[in-house]
């Protein structure tokens, strides 16, 4: 498919069902973390993923080839999507669907500070400035709002570890020597190197196995298959077609649809903090991701985080 200046209507649809799918991915990694612990979990997931993507660039025909001065940027982004996910799953055992959702997609607010310092071409406008304080203030009004009995202070710190971790490996892609690297071989990497450091975390972090059954297999399934190796590429295949600030407009639709799965499916309350928390950080990531226009002209978007 030919690129596309904006989103279309299959775009739309497209992005809406993968943050409804990024949704529904955050109650299985909870339900399945009842039977296997989170981060043993994590480390099999990103193994069993080396597989499916290793056959899927077979399959390809695309040759699985680690260019020299791209290896220390991989192995960096490998350490730090190992990092992103250890973060999320404890947060899914310690917290609420919805709490850790609206912690963890607080992700471009943590980017759009990075890549002010990083990428010359990215700083933060006047816009993006009230976009972050609405975001962090809702991040804050989460964490701080404890009256709902909802989960632990520990789990809602590594939500926020874990966005903290995903805004880095984005940087990584953005403006390290891995952004000459193929997407796939991006998550090769990613994958390859998280899968030996979250194995080896798992022992710091008691037994392996809990109450295992066929769902928690079922839910480890999914993950491998569905999530990390589909969906990814699902995902880095709309950001070739579509602009970036385009696609990333759609991120704020991914902690609503969590907060409602989170209630419909596990029966979590949603108090109004958690509604408020929600509403100022949806309104944070918009700002964050809208295009920036031209003086001359509003016809052209830049890239923004």
């Known amino acids: 498919m030919e690129r596309k200046s904006q989103i279309d209507t299959f775009g739309a649809v497209a992005l809406t069902g993968f943050a409804l799918f990024l949704a529904f991915n955050q109650v299985v990694i909870k339900v399945t973390n009842g039977g296997l612990q989170p981060v043993f979990f994590a480390g099999l997931r990103s ?20 260019e ?24 899914l055992d310690l ?20 890549a002010h310092w990083v990428m010359p071409n990215d700083k933060i406008t006047p816009v993006k400035a009230v976009g972050l304080a609405f975001a962090m203030s809702g991040v804050a009004w989460a964490m701080l709002s404890r009256n709902s009995g909802a989960g632990s202070i520990w789990g809602d710190l590594a939500a926020l570890g874990g966005a903290l971790g995903w805004a880095i490996c984005a940087m990584l892609a953005k ?112 700002l964050i991701n809208r295009p920036t226009r031209s003086r001359k002209t509003s016809a052209s978007p830049v890239h923004s985080a």
Do not use: D, K
């Not at 791209?70 to 730090?80: Q, S």
């Open 68 to 91: 020299p001065g791209t290896r220390l940027a991989g192995f960096v982004a490998g350490v730090f999507f190992g990092f992103q996910f250890l973060c999320l799953f404890v947060a």
């Open 175 to 286: 403006a390290s020597p891995l952004s000459r690297v193929r997407p796939e071989i991006q998550l090769f990497w990613q994958v390859a190197v998280s899968a030996p450091i979250l194995l080896i975390a798992a022992f710091f972090f008691g037994p392996f196995v809990r109450e295992l059954g066929p769902i928690h297999i079922a839910g480890l399934a999914f993950q491998i298959v569905v999530v990390v190796s589909a969906g990814f590429i699902l995902w880095l295949w709309l950001l070739s077609i579509y602009p970036a600030s385009g696609v990333a407009s759609f991120s704020f639709l991914s902690p609503v649809l969590s907060v409602g799965l989170g209630w419909l499916l596990l029966g979590e309350t949603v108090g109004p903090n958690l509604i408020g928390a929600l509403v100022l950080v949806a309104i944070g990531i918009v």
């Open 47 to 66: 193994a069993g993923a080396v597989v499916c993507i290793w056959m899927y660039l077979r399959w390809r025909g695309i040759p699985l080839r680690f």
């Open 95 to 114: 917290t609420t669907v919805g709490r850790s959702a609206v912690i963890f997609y607080s992700m471009p607010v943590w980017l759009a500070i990075i």
